[in-house]
């Protein structure tokens, strides 16, 4: 990456020197994620039509799948970190509700979730990733369910945290703090990017870490904070973190 042309919204606060590892979030930080979850749901519908044909039926409805995952979400409070586990199991419901077998849940929401990590990355995605990969180790940070392997991103994190498998997510300072630890790090000395004001910077800066605020969206920036601390760092792109990070 030829580092050139800036377009930085503000690094007045971070200290680069004492940056030694940076974490990173996933959705809508290296791919945007609605268009794959909506390629994935029609993969999903897709299937169903195979296997299932009146769940298929029910869910084009308008509002049923949001009804029933909803209805999920109050059940199985248990499953609030788990987005895998949530998903499967509005599947379920759905197709108890429309009279299938329940246990076609499982290969329906296989065939969601290989499709989901089919992601299309943003153009500044690869070449930041090599650039900071040879420079800190980089953690993974999700509340998502993206794979980093099956994602193709894989070579450029040392580890990766996810809510389901560790047990709680962002904004909850544990998995900030477990991701500097898998390094050799205190959070102090981990620099935290994501797109999500609360999640991602309110979150690691709760845990102790700088906080760089992914914002591609302007008109999101414009919008008043109202979330007490800043960010030390605001970019429009991943190009603009590393020119930040090189520049000091």
């Known amino acids: 990456m030829t580092l050139e042309t800036p377009a930085l919204a503000g690094h007045d606060g971070l200290d680069v020197k004492r940056i030694a590892a940076i974490s990173l979030d996933l959705d809508d930080t290296l791919w945007p994620i609605w268009p794959t979850i ?19 039926e ?27 586990a949530l998903r499967r199991e509005s599947i379920r419901a759905a197709l108890r509700r429309a009279g299938e077998d329940p246990a076609l849940a499982d290969p329906a929401f296989d065939a969601f979730f290989e499709e989901r990590q089919r992601v299309e990355l943003y153009d500044d995605a690869l070449p930041a990733l090599k650039w900071l990969s040879e420079r800190y180790p980089l953690v ?11 994602t193709g991103v894989g070579r450029w994190f040392r580890t990766a945290f996810n809510a389901r498998a560790f047990g709680s997510g962002k904004p909850h300072a544990p998995i900030f703090r477990a991701a500097a630890a898998s390094v050799g ?28 605020w992914l914002v591609r969206d302007t008109d999101e920036e414009r919008k008043p904070w109202a979330h007490g601390a800043r960010p030390q760092l605001v970019v429009p792109n991943l190009h603009a973190l590393c020119m930040a990070l ?3």
């Open 38 to 56: 909506e390629r994935a749901e029609r993969v999903l519908h897709a299937w169903l039509l195979r296997e299932a044909p009146k769940t298929a």
């Open 246 to 248: 090189d520049a000091q």
């Open 185 to 212: 790090l205190l959070p102090r000395d981990v620099l935290h990017v994501g797109d999500d004001a609360m999640l991602d910077v309110v979150g690691a800066l709760d845990a102790g870490m700088q906080a760089a």
């Open 58 to 84: 029910l869910l084009v409805t308008p509002g049923v799948l949001r009804e029933l995952r909803q209805a999920t979400e109050r059940e199985r409070s248990d499953l609030a970190h788990d987005l895998s």
């Open 140 to 150: 993974a940070v999700s509340n998502g369910n993206a794979d980093i392997h099956r």
